[in-house]
C-alpha cells in the first residue's frame, strides 16, 4: 500500500508529540497530528503553540499547512507508514500503574491500523507493555511492526535535544530495528539498540537516576540546613574544578509528570522492592513540608502574607502538572495569614495574581519555580530561595 504520509502522531498536540511532530515536519516529512484535544487542535491548526516550548514556534510558523496538519479524526491514522502513539502508562491516585491502557488505546485505533505500518511506543511504558501491544496486534489479526523508541527529551529543550540526543530503538527482529532507525535518522545521527523490554527499563531507570539525584541534593540541603549551614555554598565549593562532583544538583523541587511516576513504576514493577525509590519520594515530596517547618521557626507566619513566585513544576516553563508549588501552597494556607501566588507562564489558574501584586502585598516571598524573571526582585521583604539562582544563599 503507498501511504500519503510519512507520520502521523498519536496523541500529536501535547507536550511530547507535538514537537516531535514539528521536528519531523522540519526535516521534511509529511506529519499528521492526531489528537482528541479540540482546543490544542485548533490551536496549532490556526499556528499557536498550546504551550511553552523554546524555538518551537518558529518551526510551527514553518510548517503548518504545507507539510504538517492537526486533526481530531482519527481516519488520518492510515494515512502514514509510521504511527508514533506517545500514549504512556499512567498510574492511579496510589501511583500504581495501569499496564493495559496502552494496548487499550492501540485497540482502539485498530480500525484505523493498515498491515504494513511500524507502530511505535513513544512514551514511558512500564515493562512488558510493548510485549502487551504486540498481543493485541495479533488477537485483531493486524500485521504490523512494532518498536518501543523512548523519548528522551527535557521538556523546554525538546527542538534541541531530539537532533542532538542519541535515538534508543527497540524491536524484535533486525527488520523492526532498521524501519524505527530509517524512521529516527530523520532526526538524530547515533542510533542505540535493545530488546523492547531493555528499552522499557532504560527509560524507567533514566527518569529514576535523576528523581534518585534530586533527593540526594534535597536530602544534603536539609542536613545542612540543620546545622545552620548554606547547601549551595558547600555544593559550589566541592564541585569547584572536580569533575567528580559536577553532576550534584542544586536543591530545589523534583516534579513534573514524569519522575515520581516514573519511579514508582518501576517499584511496582520490583514487587514494589525499592528502598532507594521509596526514600528519594519521601524526601522530594516532603521538602515543601520541611520548608515551612523552618520557616516557622524564622517568621511569625500565622501574621503574615506570604507570595509564592512560579507554579510551574519547573524554571521557565508553563506546565503545572504534579507541581510542588501546589503542595506548598496548600500547607501554607493552613499555616500563614494569606497565601498569593504568580507565575510568569502560566495562564490556565484563574487564581493567579501578577508579580507586582503579590510582592507588594507580602511579608515574605518563597522563589517555588526558579523563573528568570525572579533573580533581580528588587523588594525589601525577605526572599527564600532554596535554588540559590540568586546567588544569595540557600538558608532557610
Known amino acids: 500500500m503507498k501511504f500519503v504520509r510519512d507520520v502521523v502522531v498519536v496523541g500529536g498536540c501535547g507536550h511530547v508529540g507535538l514537537p516531535l511532530g514539528l521536528a519531523f515536519a522540519d526535516r521534511g516529512l509529511e506529519v499528521g497530528l492526531f489528537d482528541l484535544n ?17 524555538g518551537s514556534q518558529d ?10 496538519i492537526a486533526t481530531t479524526d482519527p481516519s488520518i491514522v492510515s494515512t502514514a507508514e509510521n504511527v508514533v502513539v506517545v500514549i504512556g502508562t499512567p498510574v492511579d491516585e496510589h ?28 512514551s514511558t511504558l512500564f515493562p512488558g507493555t510493548t ?11 493486524l500485521q504490523l511492526d512494532v518498536s518501543f523508541c523512548p523519548e528522551r527529551i527535557a521538556e523546554g529543550k525538546a527542538m534541541t535535544e531530539l537532533y542532538e540526543l542519541p535515538q534508543i530503538v527497540s524491536g524484535r527482529s533486525d527488520s523492526v530495528l532498521q524501519r ?23 527509560k524507567l531507570f533514566t527518569n529514576t537516576w535523576r528523581y534518585i539525584k534530586f533527593a540526594t541534593a534535597n536530602q544534603l540541603f536539609m542536613m545542612a540546613n540543620d546545622f545552620d549551614l548554606d547547601y549551595e555554598r558547600i555544593r559550589t565549593a566541592l564541585a569547584f574544578d572536580y569533575p567528580r562532583a559536577a553532576d550534584l544538583p542544586r536543591a530545589g523541587f523534583a516534579a513534573g509528570p514524569c519522575l515520581l511516576k516514573d519511579t514508582m513504576q518501576l517499584a511496582a514493577f520490583n514487587n514494589n522492592n525499592f528502598v532507594l525509590g521509596h526514600a528519594a519520594m519521601m524526601v522530594n515530596e516532603g521538602l515543601p513540608l520541611y520548608m515551612v517547618s523552618r520557616l516557622e521557626h524564622r517568621f511569625p507566619l500565622r501574621d503574615l502574607s506570604v507570595g509564592v513566585l512560579g507554579m510551574a513544576f519547573k524554571g521557565e516553563s508553563d506546565d503545572t502538572r504534579s507541581s510542588l508549588s501546589y503542595k506548598l501552597k496548600r500547607i501554607l494556607r493552613f499555616k500563614a495569614r494569606e497565601v498569593l501566588c504568580t507565575d510568569p507562564y502560566v495562564s490556565t489558574d484563574p487564581d493567579l495574581l501578577p508579580l507586582d501584586d503579590v510582592v507588594e502585598r507580602s511579608d515574605l516571598l518563597i522563589v517555588a519555580a526558579p523563573h528568570r524573571a525572579y533573580r533581580d526582585l528588587k523588594t525589601s521583604v525577605p526572599v527564600i530561595d532554596i535554588w540559590g539562582a540568586d546567588g544569595e544563599g540557600t538558608k532557610l
Open 38 to 54: 479540540e482546543e490544542a487542535v485548533a490551536g496549532v491548526t490556526s499556528g499557536h503553540m498550546p504551550f511553552q516550548e523554546a
Open 180 to 202: 524505527a532507525e530509517k524512521l529516527f535518522r530523520n532526526l538524530a545521527s547515533q542510533m542505540v539498540r535493545l530488546s523492547p523490554e531493555e528499552a522499557e527499563l532504560a
Open 59 to 68: 518551526v510551527l510558523n514553518r510548517v503548518i499547512g504545507s507539510r504538517l
Open 131 to 141: 510485549a502487551l501491544v504486540e498481543q493485541e496486534l495479533t488477537r485483531l489479526s
Open 95 to 122: 501511583l500504581n500503574p495501569d499496564p493495559n491502557v496502552v494496548a487499550s488505546a492501540v485497540a482502539d485505533l485498530a480500525p484505523h491500523l493498515v498491515d504494513g505500518q511500524l507502530l511505535v511506543l513513544r
